[in-house]
Nanobody, 125 residues
Framework: QVQVVESGGGLAQAGGSLRLSCTAS????????IGWFRQAPGNEREGVSC????????YYAGSVNGRFTISRDDAKNTLYLQMSSLKPEDTAMYYC??????????????????WGQGTQVTVSS
């Protein structure tokens, strides 16, 4: 049984920091990229950051590049997203996604992607 569980969301002030964590268990292959997506009310879900199975390749959306850092600790089976210099426009539900793909300069979900339940990030101005 696949389980993808996020934690670490909450309320932060603009300019502040939060760290999201995600544990994924039961995924068929640990050789696929894994990443973070977010969805704000009224907006489509967008890729935020993804990382390859060995950590060698990383993707960041232009809006977060230089402010967010993705990392993974395979010994703990955990994915992280360190978010710094937060902006009100970062407010969204953040989802961990296991088994995604790099496509060109993008990170995209697949039909086989496993999603967590989401964790809310709210940034106040």
């Amino acid at each position: 049984q696949v389980q993808v569980v996020e934690s670490g969301g909450g309320l932060a002030q603009a300019g502040g920091s939060l760290r999201l964590s995600c544990t994924a268990s039961g995924v068929r292959s640990d050789r696929n990229p894994i990443g973070w997506f977010r969805q704000a009310p009224g907006n489509e879900r967008e890729g935020v950051s993804c990382i390859s199975w060995n950590g060698a390749s990383k993707y960041y959306a232009g809006s977060v590049n230089g402010r967010f850092t993705i990392s993974r600790d395979d010994a703990k089976n955990t994915l992280y997203l360190q978010m710094s210099s937060l902006k009100p426009e970062d407010t969204a539900m953040y989802y961990c996604a296991a088994e995604v793909a790099f496509s060109g300069s993008w990170c995209i979900p697949l039909k086989s992607t496993y999603w967590g339940q989401g964790t809310q990030v709210t940034v106040s101005s």
